[in-house]
């Protein structure tokens, strides 16, 4: 159980934004000139708590603040250029990103995924077992810090920044921002499993090319040569020394990846003005820096918004191998108010671990710059863990939660 006055706590921060009085402006960031350049600067922050039968990693108010700086010019030609900048920082329950210790495999053995002495990470979300979990109280990171030239014909980006399949993916329908069930920035229990987005390439220095949106379609292409950055939610980590209970010092395998080549195709169109359908198509292809992953690592990825007068429906698909994921959510929106269910599933057959969960939710705007949302949602696990006599078997865990979000866009 989360401490009693971390919910107090966030009460009084949600109804301090209750009262907070609505204004006219619909502006969401400064703007600003220097030079040739318009400046335009924005930040979000989001501040999260929960209780429940499963215990959280750790006590604490979880807080997500994403922050960005956008620099542009015009020549006198009409083409597009200047450089954008993202940073983020996030104090969350121990998570390495989205990787987390999966399970209670303590020992190196046949029964727990490992190749020799070093212990496999999966390549498309970062989680493991058999290691203790990062000891972190809050991360930091520049997820962009890229240079783009934009024309008739679209765009070409260089620089630091998220690959062809993020750029496209579709937002999952949900009520809440951070504390969405499919790979929600935030986690107050510690142990979501569920993530559809194709993101293994991370936040890496690359190539992009995007053309312009014709009849609703737009392409999207890069190019990384080494994916080996992390943002605060993505983490392609190098090989990292850990401690195991019982052992020795050992290795934990990399999921770095070499050579990462991405498409991805978007619609997005508006049928007799009452209908939008939005739908993207993203495969990633790359090379695991570590041989401790045999072959190469291939991932698709679908995803179908479907809006309607106040209704919104989505669904998302992921395929990467070890890992399978889906989510579907419905969102009803009245007035200021928004009410929506999610329900998602997972399997990892690398970790041995699967995941089913279901997430009911509601949250308000508040004026032009605030939200507050609640959440109640249960998850079903089922994990591998060693017995007494050192063979592997699944357990379970089954647990609901309460959830609270309140955030704050400028």
């Known amino acids: 159980m989360m401490r009693t006055t971390e919910i107090l706590f966030s009460a009084l921060l949600l109804s301090a934004l209750a009262a907070t009085p609505s204004t006219a402006t619909t502006q969401s960031s400064s703007i600003d000139t220097f030079g040739p350049f318009r400046i335009e600067a924005g930040a979000d922050l989001s501040l999260a708590a929960g209780a429940g039968d499963t215990d959280p990693v750790s006590d604490g108010l979880l807080v997500d603040l994403d922050t960005f700086l956008d620099a542009e010019a015009i020549t006198d030609s009409g083409l597009r250029w200047g450089a954008r900048f993202r940073l983020r920082a996030q104090r969350d329950h121990g998570r390495s990103g989205f990787a987390d210790r999966a399970g209670d495999c303590a020992l190196a053995t046949s029964a727990c995924p490992v190749s020799g002495t070093i212990l496999l990470r999966s390549l498309a979300t970062g989680r493991y077992v058999s290691a203790p979990r990062p000891d972190e109280d809050g991360r930091v990171a520049l997820e962009s810090a890229h240079v783009f030239v934009r024309g008739g014909w679209g765009e070409v980006r260089a620089g630091l920044g998220p690959g062809a399949a993020s750029v496209e993916a579709l937002p999952g329908v949900s009520a809440m921002r951070t504390l969405r069930l499919d790979g929600g920035a935030l986690d107050p229990g510690g142990h979501a499993a569920i993530r559809t987005a194709n993101t293994a390439s991370g936040f890496s220095p690359r190539l992009l090319v995007q053309s312009q949106r014709i009849v609703g379609l737009r ?113 009803l929106d009245r007035g200021q108010w928004r009410f929506g269910v999610e329900a998602g599933l997972s399997d990892d057959s690398l970790i041995h671990e699967s995941q089913r969960a279901v997430q009911f939710a509601a949250s308000r705007l508040i004026g032009d710059h605030a939200l507050v949302g609640f959440a109640i949602r249960h998850e079903d696990t089922r994990f591998s863990r060693l017995d007494a006599s050192g063979q592997r078997r699944v357990d379970t865990r089954d647990g609901v939660s309460v959830l609270l979000e309140a955030g704050l866009r400028y």
């Not at 939008?276 to 190469?296: K, N, T």
């Not at 809006?307 to 992921?318: A, K, N, P, T, V």
Request: some cysteine; hydrophobic content about 45%; overall charge negative.
């Open 219 to 331: 392409v999207t292409a890069s190019f990384a040569p080494d994916a080996d950055a992390c943002g605060v939610d993505t983490c392609n980590a190098a090989r990292e020394a850990v401690v195991l209970p019982g052992t020795t010092l050992t290795a934990l395998s990399s999921s770095r990846l070499e050579n990462a080549a991405e498409l991805a195709v978007s619609f997005d169109h508006t049928f007799a003005r009452e209908t939008r359908i939005e739908a993207a198509l993203s495969v990633l292809h790359a090379d695991p820096a570590d041989p401790a992953h045999a072959g190469d690592h291939t991932a698709w990825q679908v995803g179908v918004r479907v809006e309607r007068d106040s209704m919104l429906f989505g669904l998302s698909l992921l395929d990467a191998g070890d890992y399978a994921a889906m989510s579907a959510g419905a969102a």
